[in-house]
C-alpha cells in the first residue's frame, strides 16, 4: 500500500528540505541539472507548474500554535466545474487533507470537510488543498494563461501560468530597478512615464496595477503580492529581502527557449539599467551579468567595450555601427529612454569599417613603408647607429649627415630617439650596406620603439601579420586616438602581441597609433542613422510585441 500523501514527501514540491527563501530551488538551478521538464506542466506550451513555484515546505513549518497555516497560502479561485467535482468527493479529499497537512495542520476527517465545503462556498481554496482534490479529480488538463488567485484578506489577483514576453519583460525591469521583499516588490525609476507604463503591465499580468507614489525626485510602484515575488524569485534567482548584485545574472530558462524572452529580457534591463544620451551603454555593479549581456550580443555580431568606472560599477558601451542592430534586435520601451534614443540616432555619426591592407604603403619586399609616417621617431638604435659610425669621429658623422652640434652622439647614446628621415638618410650614406630602412628596422626589432611628438612609445608590426589581421577589424582609428569595440581578454591580448603595451578601457590615446592604422590600413566610413520612417516602425512594433 502506499504511503499517505504529505506535504513533506510531497513530489510536487521542488524544495527537499523546510528551507527558507535563500536556499529554494530556482529555475536556473533545474535548468543547470536538466531538469527543465519539472519546470512545465507542458512544455510546448510553455505551461508553469505554479503549485511548487508558489509553495514552499518552509510555510507548512508551525512554529507557534497560533500560526495561521492555512493564510500563508495563495488560495486559488476555482471554476464552477472543480466546485462541482470537489464536492462530490469532499470526504474522500478531506482524508487526503487529513494526512497530506498533518503535524502542521492537524484536523479530523469531519473538520476538514466543513473546511472544504466552506471554501467551496467562497468560491476560492488554498493551493495545498487544491493540491490534495488533485489525487481524487487529476490535475486539470489544460489550463489558461492566467490563474487567478485570492489572498488571505479576499483580495483577487492573477499570476500567468504560460511564459510570456510581458513576463520576460518585467523580469529585466525587476533585476535592473526593482527589489524583492517578502510580500511585496518595488521598481524604482526616474521617469513617472516608466512607472506607469510598468502599471499598466502589472495590471495586464497580475491583475493589479500597484501602487504608484513619489520618493524624493524618484517615482515607485507596489504590487503587494507574495506570490508575484515568489515568481519573480524562482525566474531570475533574485533576492528576496537583500542585495541582489551577487544573483544576478541572465535567466538560463530566457536563455533555453531563445527569442523573444531573451531580447525582451534584455530591453527590461535596458529600460531599467541602460542609457541612450551619449551612446548605447549598459551599467551594473554584477560584473557577471554585464558579461552575460555581452555575450547575448556577440551571437548576433554586436560588439561592445566594457569598462570599470572609477566609483566600481562595470560599464559596456556599443560602437555607434551597432545602433540600427540593436534597435531591430531590442529596443527600448522606456518612455522617456525612448526619446533619448530618438535624438541619438538623429546626430550624424560615422564609424569606420575595416576594408583591409593599403597595398600601395607596402615596400618590395613587403614591408609596410614608415618612411610614410611623417614625423615618426625611432628609439633602440644605439647599436646600429654605433656600427654605421665605426672608427669615425662625431665631428665626422655630424659633417657627413649635415646634423647639428652633438646630435649623432645624442642619437648613438639613446638619449634623443632617431628621425626616420635621418634614418633613411644614414641608410642611403652607408654605401656598403645592401639593406633597405624596412629591413634593417626588422633586423633590429627586437630592440627598438617608436613614437611620435610626447606620444607613448610602443612597438608596431612592420608587416602584415595574421595576428595583426586578426586585431585590425577591432580598432577604429581617429585623429589621436582609436577606439577598440571589444576589449575582452582576446582582443586585449591580440592588442598586446601586436604592440606590446596593455590597453585599459575602449579607447587608447596614442597619435603614432592612430596615424599608423590610418596610414597602412584601409577603413570605409559609414553613417549610422535610422530615419524617422523606420523609427515609427520599429516604435510601434516594440509596443506591439509588450501592448497590445
Request: a positive charge.
Amino acid at each position: 500500500m502506499l504511503d499517505p500523501l504529505h506535504w513533506s514527501t510531497d513530489p510536487l514540491l521542488y524544495d527537499k528540505d523546510c528551507t527558507n527563501f535563500p536556499h529554494w530551488i530556482t529555475a536556473n538551478k533545474l535548468v543547470e541539472k536538466n531538469q527543465i521538464d519539472k519546470i512545465f506542466l507542458d512544455q510546448d506550451s510553455l505551461t508553469l507548474n505554479l503549485f511548487p513555484i508558489l509553495v514552499h515546505r518552509i510555510d507548512f513549518v508551525r512554529k507557534k500554535t497560533s500560526d495561521r497555516i492555512l493564510s500563508r497560502f495563495p488560495f486559488l479561485v476555482l471554476t464552477d466545474e472543480e466546485k462541482h467535482r470537489i464536492k462530490e468527493k469532499d470526504l474522500l479529499i478531506s482524508e487526503v487533507a487529513r494526512n497530506y497537512f498533518y503535524k502542521s495542520v492537524n484536523k479530523s476527517i469531519l473538520e476538514w470537510r466543513i473546511a472544504i465545503r466552506y471554501y467551496i462556498n467562497r468560491g476560492a481554496m488554498p493551493f495545498p488543498l487544491v493540491r490534495c482534490a488533485w489525487a481524487h479529480i487529476g490535475i486539470p488538463a489544460t489550463f489558461p494563461e492566467y490563474l487567478y488567485f485570492e489572498s488571505a484578506r479576499g483580495k483577487r489577483y492573477s499570476i500567468p501560468i504560460v511564459l510570456s514576453p510581458k513576463l520576460a519583460y518585467l523580469c529585466g525591469v525587476i533585476n535592473g530597478d526593482g527589489h524583492l521583499h517578502r510580500h511585496w516588490l518595488r521598481v524604482v525609476d526616474e521617469t513617472k512615464e516608466h512607472i506607469m507604463l510598468l502599471s499598466k503591465l502589472f495590471d495586464s499580468v497580475f491583475s493589479d496595477a500597484g501602487r504608484v507614489f513619489k520618493t524624493g525626485n524618484a517615482w515607485n510602484i507596489e504590487l503587494r503580492s507574495s506570490s508575484a515575488v515568489c515568481l519573480f524569485n524562482f525566474l531570475t534567482d533574485h533576492t528576496i529581502q537583500g542585495a541582489k548584485y551577487d544573483s544576478l545574472r541572465e535567466p538560463l530558462l530566457f536563455k533555453h527557449f531563445g527569442e523573444p524572452f531573451r531580447s525582451l529580457y534584455w530591453r527590461g534591463a535596458m529600460d531599467a539599467d541602460g542609457s541612450f544620451k551619449k551612446g548605447i551603454n549598459f551599467c551594473s555593479a554584477s560584473e557577471k551579468y554585464i558579461e552575460d549581456f555581452q555575450h547575448y550580443l556577440q551571437e548576433y555580431n554586436i560588439k561592445t567595450k566594457k569598462t570599470q568606472l572609477n566609483s566600481g560599477p562595470y560599464l559596456i558601451s556599443l560602437p555607434i555601427k551597432y545602433t540600427s542592430a540593436y534597435a531591430n534586435l531590442i529596443g527600448v520601451l522606456n518612455p522617456k529612454k525612448m526619446q533619448d534614443f530618438y535624438q541619438l540616432i538623429q546626430r550624424r555619426r560615422y564609424s569606420t569599417k575595416f576594408k583591409g591592407i593599403n597595398n600601395q604603403t607596402l615596400t618590395s619586399d613587403g614591408y609596410f613603408d614608415f618612411t610614410k609616417l611623417i614625423g615618426i621617431t625611432v628609439l633602440g638604435l644605439d647599436d646600429y647607429l654605433i656600427s654605421i659610425r665605426n672608427n669615425r669621429s662625431y665631428t665626422e658623422m655630424r659633417k657627413l649627415l649635415q646634423l647639428s652640434q652633438s646630435s649623432y652622439s645624442n642619437y648613438e647614446k639613446n638619449k634623443h630617439a632617431t628621425p626616420i628621415t635621418l634614418f633613411q638618410k644614414i641608410v642611403n650614406t652607408n654605401l656598403e650596406q645592401n639593406s633597405s630602412v624596412m629591413q634593417i628596422l626588422a633586423e633590429h626589432y627586437k630592440h627598438i620603439t617608436f613614437q611620435i611628438s610626447t606620444s607613448k612609445p610602443l612597438k608596431l608590426p612592420l608587416q602584415p601579420t595574421s595576428k595583426l589581421l586578426e586585431l585590425l577589424p577591432y580598432l577604429e582609428p581617429r585623429e589621436k586616438y582609436v577606439n577598440i569595440c571589444d576589449n575582452g581578454q582576446e582582443v586585449s591580448q591580440l592588442f598586446y602581441d601586436n604592440f606590446a603595451t596593455l590597453v585599459k578601457g575602449v579607447r587608447f590615446v596614442n597619435h603614432l597609433l592612430a596615424k599608423y592604422l590610418r596610414t597602412f590600413i584601409m577603413y570605409q566610413p559609414e553613417e549610422q542613422i535610422i530615419n524617422a520612417e523606420q523609427f515609427t516602425l520599429l516604435r510601434k512594433k516594440w509596443k506591439n510585441e509588450l501592448l497590445k
